[in-house]
């Protein structure tokens, strides 16, 4: 499985791109071959305030339902409208094009307390 070095990951597999004080949110490349053949993507609202852990999407694959959690508390300041006709992209593309949303994080803490790729591959056994 691909794990790039310079994201950082959530236990419910998810990652997060730090782009300044918003960070871009994504499901792993663990948690798409998991999932298998995704077909459906339920992105969030702009404006939408997350908490962290708490659902905020869902993705629904041939094989089941699954909700995607918040890795940080924050503000969808913007999201990957591509998802809605074009969900198999985050099987295709997972660190790239088949990116979730974008959030305005309120503390920028938490991404210290995220998981490195070393942390997310020993939870994963890659």
Same mark, same amino acid.
């Given at each position: 499985?691909?794990?790039? *070095?310079?994201?950082? #990951?959530?236990? &419910?597999?998810?990652?997060?791109?730090?782009?300044? @004080?918003?960070?871009?949110?994504?499901?792993? &490349?663990?948690? /798409?071959?998991?999932?298998? &053949? %995704?077909?459906?993507?339920?992105?969030?609202?702009?404006?939408?305030?997350?908490?962290?852990?708490?659902?905020?999407?869902?993705? +629904?694959?041939?094989?089941?339902? @699954?909700?995607?959690? *918040?890795?940080?508390?924050?503000? !969808? %300041?913007?999201?990957? +409208?591509? =998802?809605? @006709?074009?969900?198999?992209?985050?099987?295709?593309?997972?660190?790239?094009?088949?990116?979730?949303? !974008?959030?305005?994080?309120?503390?920028?803490?938490?991404?210290?307390?995220?998981?490195? *790729? *070393?942390? #997310? /591959?020993? =939870?994963?056994?890659?």
């Amino acid at each position: 499985m691909d794990t790039p *070095a310079e994201l950082r #990951y959530s236990s &419910d597999h998810e990652w997060i791109r730090v782009e300044e @004080s918003k960070v871009r949110v994504g499901i792993t &490349d663990f948690a /798409q071959d998991n999932l298998g &053949d %995704v077909v459906f993507v339920q992105i969030p609202e702009v404006g939408a305030v997350v908490k962290s852990g708490d659902s905020f999407s869902e993705v +629904e694959s041939t094989k089941s339902v @699954s909700d995607i959690y *918040a890795p940080v508390d924050g503000t !969808v %300041v913007e999201v990957n +409208e591509l =998802l809605e @006709s074009q969900p198999e992209l985050l099987n295709s593309d997972p660190y790239g094009d088949g990116w979730i949303c !974008v959030i305005e994080i309120s503390d920028p803490t938490q991404v210290d307390g995220l998981l490195d *790729a *070393a942390g #997310y /591959q020993a =939870l994963t056994g890659d």
